[in-house]
């Protein structure tokens, strides 16, 4: 009986040790509670910020500069007189021009052109079609649904009446600040040329063809004669069949018009020789007929480069950066056409006595120095992978003639033999008593013989 008990006491007493683990035992379990709920909540988080789309639509065609090619010159990108679209809007620089924006407006109210001529109708057409625009622009931003819609219709009115002013189809008013102050409209070109300063090209359209009177012209005609001669000193060229996406799009499309290269995958290709270096191997250069107005295309055949004339002014390397920024952000630019034309000009341009060279001939005309010059096109592309090269033809052709000896013992013996008449008197001179010691030798031989 006493054992009994004692068995049985023995079987319930707990001592300490044991209370330590079970108290682990149940804290663990805590611990593995708490963690599962920690993990549902985190995966029910996650899962709730996961996109069943693509987080920027495939049809984005206005962007924000990447900083690796922004870093390299910021102001290049940036406006300096007027905002539009919503990157820089509400810049507190760019205020003065909110007020021309709304004069402008007023202005085509008050003229009213087409019975359509009505802030009603521009708000009903462009709001009906907000998300289309707003998916334009290659990141999403937070602007109220009114306040997005007021943006696109003051923006594209004033865009619309300054290249109808421009164009003369509108008289300007006699205190319009744009006419008088010549360098507000050069700034304001270049404000317009800018890839975060777009507006969607159909926003542009639509508001154009609301206020449209029989005699316009065509939007794209407005916009590349508002742009004619302000790019490179290049007249745009219509080109048919093309869907523009805005302003820059537009002007892109109308310098590579006539430029057809063949489409290439290269990654890599050879760099051509310097201007020197091809003076050396004999070629030469010709500055092409302003008649072909169309920069991009070089050309070279029977051992002459033609490039058409450019004008590097004070705005060049805005536009070319633009240009190229554009090209590696829009992932429908098939071929990197303006990238390639910056790569093959850096090739032949690395000193001064090449940019010189091309400025004699009138192949570039300039405000820049030729040690500016000289550095101009380097810099340009940095941080670009131009791997759809639009010159791959032109540089195998060019590298497979300075490769080939005969064409540089030619250039030599022109240089070092042919440099004057004495020096091809002289040659005739050794060469004709060359000839007859040859043949006084032979005769010789012949009557010993």
Not at 63 to 71: A, G, M, Q, T
Not at 114 to 131: A, D, H, M, Y
Not at 404 to 422: A, E, K, V
């Amino acid at each position: 009986m006493v054992d009994n008990k004692v068995n049985d006491h023995s079987i319930v007493e707990i001592t300490d040790e044991d209370r330590d683990v079970i108290a682990r035992i149940n804290g663990n379990s805590e611990t593995s509670r708490e963690h599962k709920n920690q993990v549902e909540l985190t995966v029910s988080s996650l899962r709730g910020k996961l996109h069943r789309q693509p987080p920027f639509p495939a049809c984005s065609c206005i962007f924000r500069v990447p900083k690796v090619l922004r870093r390299h010159n910021e102001k290049a990108f940036v406006p300096n007189l007027v905002s539009i679209g919503p990157f820089h809007h509400g810049d507190e620089n760019l205020q003065v021009m909110e007020e021309i924006k709304r004069w402008y407006l007023h202005s085509l109210l008050e003229r009213k052109p087409t019975p359509k001529t009505s802030l009603e109708c521009f708000v009903e057409e462009i709001g009906r079609i907000e998300q289309k625009h707003r998916d334009c622009y290659g990141e999403k931003f937070d602007i109220y649904s009114g306040n997005f819609v007021e943006m696109m219709v003051l923006d594209g009115c004033f865009i619309i009446e300054l290249l109808r002013r421009c164009v003369k189809l509108v008289p300007w008013d006699d205190d319009d600040p744009l006419e008088y102050t010549s360098w507000m409209l050069k700034v304001l070109k270049n404000d317009l040329f800018l890839l975060e300063n777009q507006l969607p090209w159909n926003v542009l359209e639509r508001l154009f063809d609301l206020t449209k009177v029989n005699d316009d012209h065509s939007l794209l005609a407005l916009a590349l004669k508002f742009f004619e001669s302000s790019v490179f000193n290049q007249t745009p060229q219509i080109k048919e069949g093309v869907q523009t996406k805005h302003l820059l799009d537009a002007v892109r499309e109308s310098l590579i018009s006539l430029h057809k290269p063949k489409s290439t995958e290269r990654r890599y290709w050879e760099p051509i020789p310097t201007v020197t270096e091809l003076l050396q191997a004999g070629v030469k250069f010709k500055s092409k007929s302003k008649e072909w107005n169309n920069m991009l295309d070089i050309t070279f055949k029977n051992g002459v480069m033609e490039i058409p004339p450019i004008d590097i002014e004070s705005n060049a390397e805005s536009h070319f950066r633009n240009l190229i920024a554009y090209e590696h952000c829009d992932p429908d630019i098939a071929i990197f056409n303006i990238t390639s034309y910056a790569v093959i000009l850096d090739n032949l341009i690395q000193s001064s006595e090449d940019a010189e060279f091309l400025i004699q001939k009138r192949i570039i005309t300039t405000i820049l120095s030729k040690e500016d010059l000289a550095c101009f096109f380097n810099g340009l592309y940095k941080d670009t992978i131009p791997s759809h090269f639009s010159y791959v033809e032109l540089t195998e052709k060019v590298n497979a003639h300075y490769n080939h000896r005969c064409y540089r013992w030619r250039t030599i013996l022109c240089r070092d033999y042919f440099s004057n008449p004495w020096s091809i008197m002289s040659f005739i001179a050794a060469l004709v008593i060359l000839v007859l010691t040859f043949l006084q030798t032979l005769y010789s031989m012949l009557t010993y013989y």
